[in-house]
């Protein structure tokens, strides 16, 4: 059957998810049009991990050629013991030569990916992406969604075939679907700390992805490109329930942060600081009618890992392909309630549980498990075949062979 007459799907946020599923969608000869709340690509400080799975998505677009050259390219990841400040094990992605296309990950800041996406792709027609419009609200039938738009100029209603909700952890899409987030929040919060400072310069042991167990108080440490020649280091830490987000945020005790992990005469230089709130929690149907979910809008977990941005990436490309399917009349819309069987299934079974899991590694207290933890970590690193199932699982190729096993 012939794409119908007018046929468009809205997708609701212009994040690196609905970016991506949106120039999927309009590969697959489906016209999109994306309302973005914000009037300009948001400069996200979030996502800067790409795995090497992502990478091998974004190369069926086109994407994934253009921007090696603009990140950094990151071979190995480092889990160290901040308490012996030594190197507990590496996990070396060369190792996966022959078996990954693009054997690394790529540190490329989710807003710059997101702001080159509409920039290079988006045409004002078949893929339409529209700033300073927020979605207000829906309202759906058995054949089309009415959306309710806020622009500069007033309110509209646009309808749309399909309306895919890829707004974020406090979707509005989601909301008016009547669909539930199920899951938890950690009473702690997570502080994200820019320095343009070569921290690698106090640390000899430092590769560009670093995760610092420490039974008071871990940290994350990765290396990006910012803005400026010398790229910055970002470092994420916990900020216990009992430490307000205003001291947290105070300078004196961002340099004490700083100073613990990484000793140095004189004072660090910040570029930018942000206290946020952590959640794991999963939407109870990743479809509800019309309505799809997508990305944070439908999963959220911590950022231990980096595998948010990348586990919406994957939803996107996997919706597409359906719902591109059901447009052009080739597949019945029940091949939708497959993408929430297997969408979900990945979101529940290894982001959520990976993710959780490396949250407890990094903030293990108990010395007698730490030291267990260590001695698996390591044990599993110096084996070629467990370090390669370990580098494929938490490069998510595990999730999507799992989920493409779903029918
Ligand atoms: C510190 C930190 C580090 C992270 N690092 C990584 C990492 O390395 N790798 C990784 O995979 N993930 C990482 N994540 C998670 C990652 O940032 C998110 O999973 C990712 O941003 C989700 O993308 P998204 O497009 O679904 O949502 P968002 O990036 O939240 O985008 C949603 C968009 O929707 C827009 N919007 C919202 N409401 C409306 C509305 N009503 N109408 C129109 N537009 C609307 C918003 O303005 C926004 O542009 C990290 C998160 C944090 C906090």
């Not at 190369?59 to 030594?86: C, W």
């Not at 990348?310 to 009349?329: F, S, W, Y």
Request: glycine share 8%.
């Amino acid at each position: 059957m012939a794409l119908k007459k007018n046929a468009r799907v809205v997708v609701v946020g212009a994040g690196p998810v609905g970016m991506v599923c949106a120039l999927a969608l309009n590969r697959r000869g489906v016209p999109v049009t994306v309302f973005e709340a914000e009037p300009e690509p948001p400069v996200e400080q979030r996502a800067a991990t790409i795995h090497p799975s992502t990478l091998e998505m974004l190369d069926e677009l086109g994407v994934t050629q253009k921007i090696i050259p603009l990140g950094m390219v990151s071979t190995a990841y480092r889990f160290h013991d901040r308490v012996t400040n030594t190197v507990v094990a590496e996990f070396n992605l060369d190792l996966m030569k022959g078996e990954f296309r693009f054997p690394f990950a790529l540190q490329y800041e989710q807003y710059k990916m997101t702001a080159s996406l509409a920039a290079e792709y988006a045409n004002g027609g078949d893929f339409d992406v529209r700033f300073s419009h927020a979605v207000t609200g829906l309202t759906q039938t058995a054949d089309h969604v009415d959306v309710e738009v806020s622009m500069p100029e007033g309110p509209i209603t646009v309808r749309a075939d399909y309306v895919i909700g890829c707004d974020g952890g406090r979707s509005t899409v989601r909301k008016f679907a009547g669909v539930e987030f199920e899951g938890f929040t950690y009473p702690e919060r997570f502080i994200k700390i820019a320095t343009p400072f070569d921290v690698a310069t106090l640390n000899p042991n430092l590769v560009l992805r670093n995760y610092f167990s420490d039974p008071n108080e871990w940290c994350n440490l990765f290396k990006v490109r910012g803005e400026e020649p010398g790229g910055l280091w970002r470092a994420i830490f916990p900020v216990q329930e009992r430490e307000s987000d205003e001291t947290a945020l105070d300078p004196g005790r961002i340099e004490e942060r700083l100073q613990k992990f990484f000793p140095k005469p004189g004072r660090f230089e910040t570029k930018y600081v942000n206290v946020y709130g952590v959640h794991q929690r999963v939407a109870s149907s990743f479809r509800a009618g019309r309505v799809l979910l997508a990305g944070d809008s439908a999963h959220l977990n911590n950022p231990i890992g980096g595998m948010g941005m990348n586990g919406g990436i994957h939803d996107g490309i996997n919706l597409a392909e359906k719902l591109a399917k059901v447009i052009h009349g080739e597949a019945n819309d029940s091949l939708l309630d497959l993408y929430d069987r297997q969408r979900r299934h990945a979101a529940v079974k290894y982001v959520q549980a990976q993710t959780i899991a490396n949250k407890r590694l990094m903030e293990e207290r108990d010395l007698v498990v730490r030291r267990k933890n260590f001695d698996e970590l390591r044990k599993t690193a110096d084996n070629p075949e467990t370090a390669r199932s370990y580098m494929r699982r938490a490069a998510l190729f595990d999730s999507l062979r799992d989920a493409a096993a779903i029918t």
